[in-house]
């Protein structure tokens, strides 16, 4: 199995997707759209997320399962330590092996049912990410990727705390991480600057999420823990009650945010569909240029 770091080359922009699990039949055959609908770009991987507090990682293993039997792209698996023994997580780790994924995603996930509640780690479990890194790397030749936080993680007391947690989190093993949602490039630029600061070099991707309506600008406060900026807020909100409005100014705002990491040298964007693929393929095919098939690719300046 080719691994995440592998398709992403460095002299070519290139991007990742990634979905969450089916809730129900209907969910399934929307997500199962959005997938066919993105295969024929090909992109470097595709995940699927467990779900908060791993409420739904039987579904994501099923899926992931499903994405590597079913489908021609390169699969990598998300993993948490929430409510897991460390038998429970060798067991997940060896199924993920047995399919032929070796790309895992080792997060230690948020507490069931309130994300900034207290976290308690499994009587036979794992306390960080890191030992997450550490146990996964030690069972095979995975290819192991880490969240990052352009603001800071929730838990963390400053940014120079929050990026000691991130360098530890790599020097434990992990080959890339993946930021989770910003508003602005220099947001995640600047996090990147850090982590080069601490003398790490890693492959760092930026989270994507297109701004095609007001849920998904609210959505995306809560995901990234940040205000929206005043001014994108002075662009979107008096766009609100129009949908067709708002959707073009959020998909020229993603764009324009696009643009200037890929100006920036970052070699791929990791995009959060929300189990649909139109946005997503508007934005890498007509708005950047990222044709189908990776011999297509182009560079943006």
Not at 97 to 115: E, F, K, T, W, Y
Not at 180 to 204: I, S
Not at 224 to 248: H, I
Not at 256 to 278: D, I, M, Q
């Amino acid at each position: 199995m080719t691994s995440v770091v592998a398709r992403i080359p460095g002299d070519r922009p290139v991007f990742s997707v990634e979905f969450m699990p089916p809730r129900d039949d209907a969910d399934e055959l929307r997500l199962w759209n959005a997938i066919r609908s993105l295969e024929g770009l090909d992109p470097a991987f595709v995940s699927v997320t467990y779900g908060a507090g791993g409420s739904s990682r039987d579904r994501t293993i099923r899926t992931t399962g499903r994405v590597v039997t079913e489908t021609t792209l390169v699969s990598m698996a998300h993993l948490t330590a929430v409510d897991h023994s460390v038998a429970e997580l060798r067991n997940v780790i060896g199924w993920y092996a047995s399919l032929g994924i070796r790309n895992v995603l080792a997060l230690r996930g948020d507490p069931p049912g309130d994300p900034n509640g207290e976290w308690v780690k499994h009587p036979e479990g794992l306390e960080y990410a890191e030992e997450l890194v550490s146990l996964v790397r030690s069972l095979g030749d995975f290819c192991v990727g880490v969240s990052a936080f352009p603001y800071g993680h929730p838990r963390s007391a400053d940014l120079d705390e929050d990026t000691r947690y991130l360098v530890s989190k790599l020097r434990a093993g992990a080959d890339f991480a993946i930021a989770q949602l910003f508003f602005e490039a220099d947001d995640f630029l600047r996090l990147r600057d850090r982590v080069a600061a601490a003398g790490c070099e890693t492959l760092l991707l930026p989270g994507v999420m297109p701004l095609t309506t007001p849920r998904i600008l609210s959505k995306t406060v809560e995901l990234s823990g940040a205000d929206v900026p005043a001014s994108l807020a002075g662009r979107l909100d008096p766009l609100a009650g129009d949908a067709k409005a708002f959707r073009e100014e959020g998909m020229n705002v993603t764009t324009e945010l696009c643009e200037r990491l890929l100006a920036e040298g970052v070699p791929s964007l990791h995009f959060y569909t929300f189990n649909r693929s139109k946005a997503t393929k508007e934005i890498v095919v007509d708005r950047l240029g990222l044709a189908p098939g990776r011999s297509q690719l182009r560079s943006v300046g």
